[in-house]
């Protein structure tokens, strides 16, 4: 069974620094991998995707994710956090060749000092 | 944003009363989903739908049950309420193809006392 962790359960950075949020996933062969964030008292909105390719992928709001394969990792990052990012990060991975069953890492949360 | 609206948005219920949830899209998706989401655990699925009166269980289903009788309606029913069932629940709708994508509605907080 594919599974996801997020080793880490806060995170704080200042306005402006880089961000890194980690995601380690355990899957037979290459999962297909995804990236939410939940702002306060909101449903996930979609960051970004992968599904094959390019290993580095763009997403939206000036994010992108790196997959590495021989790390099985898919780390979230952004070269300048905005305090409107603060919000509850969640990676996901689907089975390859199927998104029906999601299995959700247990969150990032970042706070954004100003 | 993906057309997905959750009723209630809010809910707070007793011990042994029958809750029902509903969310509809309005993407015309063959694939919806609902979620569980509890603090330390994330997301977790509890049933999902891949079609008209076609359903499946997820990793938490039980003392829930589904149903979905039109495209845009999928209704998730909690027979005897618990206090176990108290949580934030998501639902999501999905194309099902081979890249499936799943988009997330804003979400019913249920509270069971």
């Known amino acids: 069974a594919q599974s996801v962790t997020q080793p880490d359960i806060h995170i704080t950075v200042s306005e402006g620094a880089s961000l890194e949020l980690r995601c380690n996933y355990s899957?037979?062969?290459?999962?297909?991998l995804f990236w939410y964030v939940q702002s306060p008292g909101q449903g996930l909105q979609l960051l970004l995707k992968?599904?094959?390719?390019?290993?580095l992928v763009q997403g939206i709001k000036g994010f992108e994710a790196e997959f590495k394969r021989s790390q099985s990792s898919f780390n979230l990052r952004k070269p300048s956090v905005h305090w409107s990012d603060a919000a509850e990060y969640f990676c996901?991975?689907?089975?390859?060749?199927?998104?029906?069953?999601?299995?959700f890492g247990t969150g990032t949360q970042l706070k954004v000092e100003l | 944003d993906a057309g997905i609206t959750q009723s209630p948005r809010h809910k707070v219920t007793e011990t042994g009363t029958p809750v029902t949830l509903r969310c509809h899209q309005t993407?015309?998706?063959?694939?919806m989903y609902w979620y569980r989401q509890d603090p330390g655990h994330g997301l977790r699925l509890i049933h999902y739908?891949?079609?008209?009166?076609?359903?499946d269980k997820g990793e938490v289903s039980d003392g829930y049950s589904v149903s979905r009788s039109k495209t845009e309606d999928f209704l998730l029913t909690l027979e005897s309420a618990t206090s176990s069932q108290t949580s934030v629940y998501f639902c999501?709708?999905?194309?099902?193809?081979?890249?499936?994508?799943?988009?997330f509605g804003p979400g019913t907080r249920l509270t069971v006392l």
């Open positions: 996901a991975v689907a089975p390859t060749g199927g998104g029906n069953k999601l299995t």
């Open positions: 899957y037979g062969a290459t999962p297909y």
């Open positions: 992968y599904f094959s390719g390019d290993t």
């Open positions: 993407e015309n998706h063959r694939y």
């Open positions: 739908s891949y079609g008209v009166k076609d359903t």
């Open positions: 999501a709708i999905g194309t099902g193809g081979s890249t499936d994508t799943q988009y």
